[in-house]
């Protein structure tokens, strides 16, 4: 169902409320789906309520409900993050559910065949495999603090909120087809089986957020294996959208049920949150985010120790969600000089882009590292990014610390 009087004085409140404490939400709301419920006992997710899989602090910074992927722990993986290391974003808990009596809702005006399907129909519809980054909107939130001195809300993610996974199931214009998709249908909105996510007093309902029909026609999936094994309970078993380029947010785990709407849906996730608010925007924020933007990561632990006087390659990640990397660069002198990286198989798929730089540092101290890509549209990442209070997309350039020591 349509959100409504979402342009409300009452709405802009309620967006106020939740900037200001979003981080202060319930920390653990049980998930009940076929009967079987989760809670943060039975959880194996240590510090993260509600989590399944193991979180080993050499791997994982936890963030309440959320998990984020220790980027030190990616320097000796290939070119997919492995499905126990992939980071963790979850509004409420991680739900339990039996693919067996699992079934997928197709329903509103815009389909002339409303029907359901089951786990194995879906199975035995024709596959694609993808290779493709999921990253939450907030990655990089923690930035606009410690390097622009600027005030946000939300969880304090670093770079660890993305990962790249192949991604096999069945393409959503495929199943929207069987459902009789209309010519005038303009909006698809999935919506999870996670609990309804409560902020602040308010029951915003279950995770949902419109897509486009071109969209959802051009690439995205419904993807029922990570990796090449079946989805973890945590990555959305035993479906979930998987929406290239855009933010992790449209890629809904755990999927239901699908409206396919004649006129535009809303939904709080894209009208109090998941846009931008803040003094360099509208009174009523921007329009609700979609595509991601250009970042850059070191495979290096924060604070990282290196030898005076010898040659040390750093390896890292860039990423664009406007397309391929055509490059990156390194600053080991606070962005005062750039060196070209050497790239690894750039064209090699769109998803992100392995590169590595030698550098002997010459003087003991602490030193800060910045890497900035470039991608295939000309975009670069810029030294500074806009605020916005809820903290998204930050996409400047990181400077990430490292010491110098005597050998």
Request: hydrophobic share 40%; net charge negative; aromatic share 8%.
């Amino acid at each position: 169902m349509p959100y409504e009087d979402h342009s409300s004085e009452g709405v802009r409140q309620r967006a106020r409320a939740g900037r200001r404490d979003r981080g202060n939400r319930d920390r653990l709301r049980l998930a009940a789906v076929d009967g079987e419920t989760l809670t943060g006992e039975t959880a194996a997710g240590e510090g993260c309520p509600g989590i399944v899989k193991p979180l080993p602090p050499e791997l994982f910074i936890p963030h309440e409900t959320n998990a984020e992927m220790r980027w030190e722990a990616m320097r000796d993986v290939g070119y997919h993050v492995p499905n126990e290391r992939f980071f963790v974003r979850n509004h409420t808990s991680t739900p339990i559910i039996d693919a067996a009596t699992w079934h997928l809702r197709l329903h509103g005006s815009g389909l002339r065949n409303p029907r359901s399907f089951g786990y194995e129909e879906l199975l035995a519809l024709p596959s694609v495999t993808r290779d493709v980054a999921i990253e939450c909107a907030g990655n990089g939130r923690s930035f606009f603090a410690t390097q622009q001195d600027q005030e946000i809300t939300g969880t304090p993610w670093r770079l660890g909120g993305i990962g790249v996974a192949r991604w096999r199931g069945a393409p959503l214009a495929a199943v929207l087809e069987l459902a009789g998709l209309t010519p005038d249908a303009v909006d698809v909105m999935p919506r999870g089986l996670d609990a309804d996510y409560v902020a602040d007093g308010v029951d915003y309902g279950r995770v949902r957020r419109p897509i486009p029909v071109s969209k959802a026609l051009k690439d995205v999936i419904l993807a029922y294996e990570m990796n090449d094994a079946p989805l973890p309970p945590d990555h959305g078993y035993p479906m979930r959208l998987v929406v290239p380029s855009w933010i992790g947010l449209a890629s809904i785990k755990w999927v239901g049920d699908i409206e396919v709407s004649t006129s535009p849906l809303a939904s709080p996730w894209n009208t109090e949150f998941y846009r931008m608010f803040g003094e360099a925007y509208p009174p009523g924020g921007s329009a609700p985010l979609s595509v991601q933007g250009i970042r850059s990561a070191f495979e290096l632990p924060w604070e990282a120790t290196l030898a005076v006087g010898r040659p040390h390659v750093l390896h890292g990640r860039s990423w664009s969600g406007n397309g391929r990397v055509a490059g990156v660069e390194v600053s080991f002198d606070e962005g005062a000089t750039w060196h070209h990286t050497q790239l690894l198989g750039p064209h090699v798929v769109p998803a992100w882009t392995r590169w590595h730089i030698t550098w002997s540092p010459q003087e003991v101290g602490p030193h800060t590292l910045l890497a900035r890509a470039t991608d295939e549209t000309g975009a670069v990442q810029p030294p500074r990014t806009t605020h916005n209070e809820f903290g998204y997309l930050f996409d400047a350039a990181v400077r990430h610390p490292v010491k110098v020591v005597k050998g």
